[in-house]
C-alpha cells in the first residue's frame, strides 16, 4: 500500500518517515470555562483531514496510528502520586469502532488506567462545523455510569469552543468525581 502522505510505499497507511516527520506531537493548553487545563497535541488545521477519517473505515488505523504517536507516549511520560483514571467522551461505536476509545484505550500505562462506556451523551446532535451559539442552544446531555475511582482525565479527539469538554466537566463534578484535565488530539483554536 502506499503512505497517505507522501505515496512511497509502505506497511502502514503512514509511513514511519512520515509519522517522525508530520506527526510529532507538541504540547498546547489551554483553559476551558470551567477553569480546567485542556493538553492537545496537534493544532487542528495541521491534520485536519486525518481527523475528518473518523467515521470511515480508514480513521480506525489513523487514529490508531495518532493516538500511539501523542497519548501513548504522553501516558509513559506521565506521573502521578497514585494510579488516575481516564474517560473516553461519548466512546460509542460508529463506523465499526469507537476514535475516542482508541485514545483512551493508548493511555494504558502505570499511572493511567482507562474506563470505558462510563460517560455517554444522550443528545446524538454533531457539533462539527456548528457555531457557539448552537452547541450553547443544543447541550450533550451527558450520563456517567457511576464507578469507584475519584480522579480523572477527559479524553476527546478535538477541542474547539470546549463546550462539550466543559458540559462532560460538570457531568463529572455533579457525580463527586474530580477532573484533573483534559487531553486532546487537537485544538481547533490554535493558529
Given at each position: 500500500?502506499?503512505?497517505?502522505?507522501?505515496?512511497?510505499?509502505?506497511l502502514?497507511?503512514?509511513?514511519?518517515?512520515?509519522?517522525?516527520?508530520?506527526?510529532?506531537?507538541?504540547?498546547?493548553?489551554?483553559?476551558?470555562?470551567n477553569?480546567i487545563?485542556v493538553?492537545?497535541?496537534y493544532?487542528?488545521?495541521?491534520?485536519?483531514?486525518?481527523l475528518?477519517?473518523k467515521h470511515t473505515?480508514?480513521g480506525?488505523y489513523?487514529?490508531?496510528i495518532l493516538?500511539k504517536?501523542?497519548?501513548?507516549?504522553?501516558?509513559?511520560e506521565?506521573?502521578?502520586?497514585?494510579?488516575?483514571?481516564?474517560?473516553?467522551i461519548?466512546?460509542k461505536?460508529?463506523?465499526?469502532y469507537s476514535?475516542?476509545?482508541?485514545l483512551?484505550?493508548a493511555?494504558?500505562?502505570k499511572n493511567?488506567?482507562?474506563l470505558?462506556?462510563?460517560?455517554?451523551?444522550?443528545?446524538?446532535?454533531?457539533?462539527?462545523?456548528?457555531s457557539k451559539e448552537?452547541?450553547?442552544?443544543?447541550?450533550?446531555?451527558?450520563?456517567?455510569?457511576?464507578?469507584?475511582?475519584?480522579?480523572?482525565?477527559?479524553?476527546d479527539?478535538?477541542?474547539t469552543?470546549?463546550?462539550?469538554?466543559?458540559?462532560a466537566?460538570?457531568?463529572v463534578?455533579?457525580n463527586?468525581?474530580?477532573?484533573?484535565?483534559?487531553?486532546?488530539?487537537?485544538?481547533a483554536?490554535l493558529i
Open positions: 500500500m502506499k503512505c497517505l502522505l507522501c505515496e512511497s510505499l509502505s502502514l497507511h503512514i509511513c514511519s518517515t512520515c509519522q517522525n516527520t508530520f506527526l510529532n506531537p507538541s504540547i498546547y493548553k489551554r483553559k476551558i470555562s477553569n487545563e493538553i492537545s497535541f493544532k487542528y488545521k495541521d491534520i485536519k483531514d486525518l475528518h477519517t473505515d480508514l480506525f489513523i487514529y490508531s493516538a504517536n501523542s497519548f501513548e507516549k504522553f501516558a509513559d506521565f506521573e502521578f502520586p497514585h494510579a488516575i483514571y481516564s474517560l473516553a461519548d466512546d461505536i460508529e463506523s465499526g476514535h475516542t476509545a482508541i483512551n484505550k493511555l494504558k500505562s493511567i488506567k482507562p470505558f462506556n462510563k460517560l455517554r451523551a444522550k443528545n446524538s446532535v454533531s457539533y462539527s462545523g456548528k448552537f452547541r450553547i442552544l443544543n447541550p450533550r446531555n451527558f450520563e456517567m455510569k457511576n464507578f469507584k475511582e475519584k480522579d480523572v482525565i477527559l479524553v479527539d478535538i477541542v469552543t470546549g463546550s462539550t469538554l466543559s458540559q466537566i460538570e457531568t463534578r455533579s463527586k468525581k474530580d477532573v484533573l484535565f483534559c487531553l486532546t488530539l487537537a485544538d483554536s
